[in-house]
């Protein structure tokens, strides 16, 4: 295991921490949701309280090597100043003589926000001269960004060969601690809950599930796959099927039943014939999928069957929403998963919420905060529960 922070001597230092800012704006440059900001205070306070001056630093959207005014950091430097008490500097660029200026000049206590990295195409390169100008800001390296954990870019796996005194923030070491503990050492019954449009980009997670859950509930999109893929050879209407998937999902069916793993599909769903606010739908059993009818959402009768499960497990792990959440005749599913989880909580079960989709959706429901931990990092999450190593964590580990 790297360093924790707390390990580190900063008092008198600088030190750079790697944050995720990557935060939704409005059209007017206003976030509209400011989980990530809010996640990564105790490393910021607990390093202010120890005497250090900080540079912060990270990517917002995908601006490709190019300077995007739209994805500044600028309003993330404001949000901060309205949460830390401390002086908060924001820096024109990420390198370059006046950045370096700027953090030579700068004072324990005191904050400076650096502009996106992304607007350096160096960054995403893992360019080794990029990743040397962002430590020569810095005494001390600290990585608190999760969300981009599973990627190596300077700002996350080049520039730690710079430093001899690197370590994990709190944040990093908590999504790893929980992460890595629902995985490996789960207390039983063990139940996921999976959803989200695709089985795409979920293979791997997937299969380690069939070695480690004790049930396995599949809402969403990537059901209608399994639904329609042998031994059950569903019609599921219009509703989403990846073809080239099938043969994946009967292997999942098949390692379930090898494994003695409970695998439970939706038995009924809420179909319209178009994805809009004010669809006409209704609610109809799988085998009732016809033409040009959409499943949208879980019914109740699978809502009802999904709740008796999670009733009897200790710990949940969900991934993707029951369907278009978004859109009031297609919430209700996402919506009692949220409430059930909330309401095990406060039984004593461990609820562990992974992907955006997920934690957007205890947001929209007024449920936040209510689970026992919403991690930051959709990709990141789904690869560290894959048992796939995390090249950032994995650089905070070597020497110099």
């Given at each position: 295991m790297p360093k924790h922070v707390q390990d580190l001597d900063v008092k008198g230092k600088k030190v750079f921490v790697r944050t995720d800012y990557n935060v939704p704006l409005d059209g007017e440059g206003k976030i509209t949701d400011d989980f990530r900001i809010v996640a990564s205070l105790p490393s910021i306070k607990y390093l202010l309280a120890e005497g250090a001056a900080l540079i912060l630093a990270s990517h917002l959207g995908r601006p490709k090597g190019e300077v995007n005014p739209q994805m500044s950091l600028a309003p993330v430097a404001k949000r901060l100043a309205e949460l830390v008490d401390a002086e908060i500097l924001f820096a024109p660029d990420c390198v370059g003589d006046e950045v370096q200026a700027m953090a030579d000049e700068l004072l324990p206590g005191q904050i400076l926000v650096l502009e996106n990295l992304r607007f350096h195409i160096a960054e995403t390169d893992n360019d080794a001269e990029?990743?040397?100008?962002?430590?020569?800001?810095?005494?001390?390296?600290?990585?608190?960004?999760?969300g981009t954990a599973h990627r190596a870019h300077a700002s996350n796996v080049g520039i730690a060969a710079f430093f001899e005194e690197k370590a994990a923030g709190f944040l990093l070491m908590k999504e790893i601690d929980f992460l890595v503990k629902a995985i490996e050492s789960p207390v039983r019954p063990f139940t996921v809950v999976m959803g989200g449009s695709k089985v795409s980009g979920k293979i791997d997670l997937l299969k380690r599930l069939t070695e480690v859950a004790d049930n396995i509930l599949i809402g969403g999109g990537m059901a209608f796959t399994f639904l329609s893929a042998a031994p059950l050879h569903h019609n599921v209407g219009s509703s989403l099927v990846e073809e080239d998937r099938l043969e994946f999902a009967t292997e999942v069916i098949n390692l379930c039943l090898e494994k003695g793993v409970?695998?439970?599909l939706p038995s009924d769903c809420v179909a319209s014939r178009e994805i809009k606010e004010d669809a006409v739908s209704q609610e109809l059993p799988i085998r009732g999928l016809e033409g040009d009818l959409m499943?949208?959402?879980?019914?109740?009768?699978?809502?009802?069957?999904?709740?008796?499960?999670?009733?009897?497990?200790?710990?949940?792990?969900?991934?993707?929403p029951m369907g278009v959440f978004e859109m009031k005749p297609f919430e209700s599913g996402t919506r009692a998963i949220a409430q059930k989880l909330c309401e095990l909580t406060e039984k004593g079960a461990t609820t562990i919420v992974g992907g955006g989709d997920s934690a957007a959706a205890l947001k929209k429901f007024g449920l936040d905060g209510c689970v026992t931990h919403t991690s930051t990092g959709g990709g990141a999450s789904l690869e560290l529960l894959s048992g796939i190593k995390l090249p950032a964590f994995e650089a905070l580990k070597g020497a110099k």
């Open positions: 990029f990743s040397k100008a962002l430590a020569k800001l810095a005494d001390v390296y600290v990585n608190d960004a999760f409970n695998l439970v499943g949208l959402d879980i019914g109740q009768r699978t809502i009802k069957s999904f709740a008796s499960i999670l009733d009897s497990s200790q710990t949940i792990l969900w991934n993707g």
